[in-house]
């Protein structure tokens, strides 16, 4: 009855996961993109230890990607640093497109057809409309991000909480300085530095649009010491991240994932992890028949990610808490240490 038992929508990180996922059960897979690969996003492109597991829970091999590691996070502010190694395994940097090279690479391996340059026009029942073709399918996935046109075609766009805040990306043509992730807080902002191989990429986040990297950097003198004459070697890129929660993920045959399912805001760095867990999560419950088991599972793998985010959003909202977590961080390491294994999930 169906050309395929599983059409994914989107074709980035979230929607080769999702592939792969549903492969490894032994699924037909399409996936259908309207751009071609790699493609890029602006974001903060270091991978946390559990992001690392929760890929190779679905098949994916980044443990022996040629990134560059990082042993842990290192905060820096109001007058404080401090750093914790990560409890068990490094992290991994490397540049987005070279991580969704990657998946490409690996989902076409497992066997995943993939359409590239072939916009979705719409979906029915239990089909996919194409320019000119319809394709029949028994589970319809939408990965197509946070602007989801397959979560409007399914009715699913009924968002219960959305907040937005502004990010800029931009590399940088020197070794990185230091073994850690780095995150300088400052008045309404944060710079996140994660070293990806012979670069650096930093990452500007905000509640306002206005400050972008070249005036950000003039407010942290340490983190543009760093910087001052090392060339850059990308454009400048932005991005609008934030947390939304949607009332539900699922609805008959369809399933939304990643961003296109919500999302949790992109200080925690924990955005892949999340979709790579949601694949995973996906994938059993095609395989049982039952995509309402996927919902449920879906608001649990949001908890954690959710908590720290508002966590560390309240020290960028409240300056008189940033500065005493930091003071706190500094004068008792253990407790930065516990935060970031929960962080990480350990």
């Known amino acids: 009855m169906f050309d395929t038992d599983v059409f994914v929508i989107g074709g980035g990180p979230a929607g080769m996961a999702a592939a792969m996922?549903?492969?490894a059960r032994g699924f037909r897979v399409i996936v259908a993109d309207g751009n071609r690969p790699p493609i890029d996003k602006a974001c903060g492109e270091g991978l946390m230890p559990d992001s690392i597991a929760a890929a190779s829970d679905i098949g994916i091999r980044l443990a022996e990607a040629e990134g560059c590691r990082f042993r842990g996070v290192r905060f820096h502010g109001d007058g404080h640093t401090v750093a914790s190694d990560f409890p068990r395994g490094d992290g991994l940097g490397f540049r987005r497109t070279k991580l969704h090279s990657?998946?490409?690479e690996q989902a076409?391996?497992?066997?995943?057809?993939?359409?590239w340059s072939t916009p979705v026009k719409g979906i029915g029942a239990q089909e996919v409309h194409l320019s000119g073709r319809s394709l029949p399918a028994r589970w319809i996935i939408?990965?197509?991000?946070?602007?989801?046109?397959?979560?409007?075609w399914a009715g699913l766009d009924r968002i219960l909480r959305n907040s937005r805040r502004f990010a800029y990306r931009q590399h940088f043509a020197r070794r990185p300085w230091s073994e850690f992730m780095e995150i300088y807080w400052g008045e309404g902002c944060q710079v996140y530095v994660t070293p990806v191989g012979y670069e650096v990429c930093v990452v500007v986040m905000s509640r306002t649009p206005e400050p972008r990297l070249a005036d950000t950097l003039a407010r942290f003198p340490q983190l543009q010491s760093y910087l001052a004459g090392v060339p850059v070697s990308s454009t400048e890129r932005g991005a609008v991240t934030g947390t939304a929660l949607l009332k539900s993920v699922v609805r008959g045959n369809v399933a939304l994932i990643g961003d296109a399912s919500g999302s949790v805001d992109a200080i925690t760095g924990e955005g892949l992890c999340q979709a790579f867990r949601q694949a995973a999560a996906l994938a059993v419950a095609?395989?049982?028949?039952d995509l309402s088991r996927y919902g449920r599972l879906h608001r649990k793998i949001r908890r954690r990610p959710a908590f720290m985010a508002e966590l560390m959003l309240s020290m960028d909202r409240w300056p008189v808490v940033r500065r005493r977590a930091l003071a706190v961080f500094a004068a008792h390491p253990h407790w930065f240490r516990a935060l970031v294994a929960v962080h990480v999930g350990a």
């Open 286 to 289: 095609m395989a049982a028949g």
């Open 21 to 23: 996922a549903a492969r």
């Open 102 to 104: 990657l998946l490409v």
């Open 108 to 115: 076409g391996h497992a066997g995943v057809e993939m359409l």
């Open 142 to 152: 939408g990965a197509d991000g946070s602007s989801s046109r397959v979560r409007r």
